[in-house]
Each structure stands twice: as C-alpha cells, then as structure tokens.
C-alpha cells in the first residue's frame, strides 16, 4: 500500500494534469465559438436547414466543452480535499 506522501504526490500530479487539459479545453472552447461565430457571419440568410443544424452542433459542442470545464474543476477541487485530509 502506498504511504500518505505517496498518495500526496499521486494526487497533486493528477491535479497538474487536470489543470493542464483546463487550458487545452479553454483553447478548443475559443476556437468552436470562433467556428461558430464565422459560420453563422458566413451563412446569415440561408433557408437551408443544414445550417440551423451546424450551428447548433456547434453550440451544443461549445456547451459541452463548459460542462467538462466544469467537471475538470470539481474534481481538482475534490481530490484536493482528499489531500488536505490525509
């Protein structure tokens, strides 16, 4: 069984990790609103229904990204109080 540093260290490496992935959803998050901001720019006028759905794919992918956002950041938080307990 692994000692309490041990668990320690196991833990902050994870949450350096999940800190990490933060940035690259945050990047992904920018660049799909982009996305979607030009398509909409692009396609304003368009009585195709292709477009309304691409829109929204996008929007429900930029919503996503929050909500992993947002995961990612409870779980540092949790595994922190686990930390801060041993």
Do not use: P
Not at 4 to 12: L, P
Not at 38 to 54: I, K, M, Y
């Amino acid at each position: 069984m692994a000692s309490i540093e041990e668990v320690r260290a196991g833990i902050t490496l994870a949450n350096q990790k999940a800190s990490e992935s933060l940035g690259a959803l945050q990047q992904a998050h920018s660049q799909l609103e982009e996305a979607q901001s030009s398509l909409t720019r692009v396609t304003e006028g368009s009585a195709q229904a292709d477009v309304n759905d691409a829109n929204g794919q996008l929007q429900q992918a930029v919503q996503s990204i929050s909500e992993v956002q947002q995961l990612v950041q409870t779980a540092i938080s949790t595994a922190e109080g686990i930390s801060q307990r041993l």
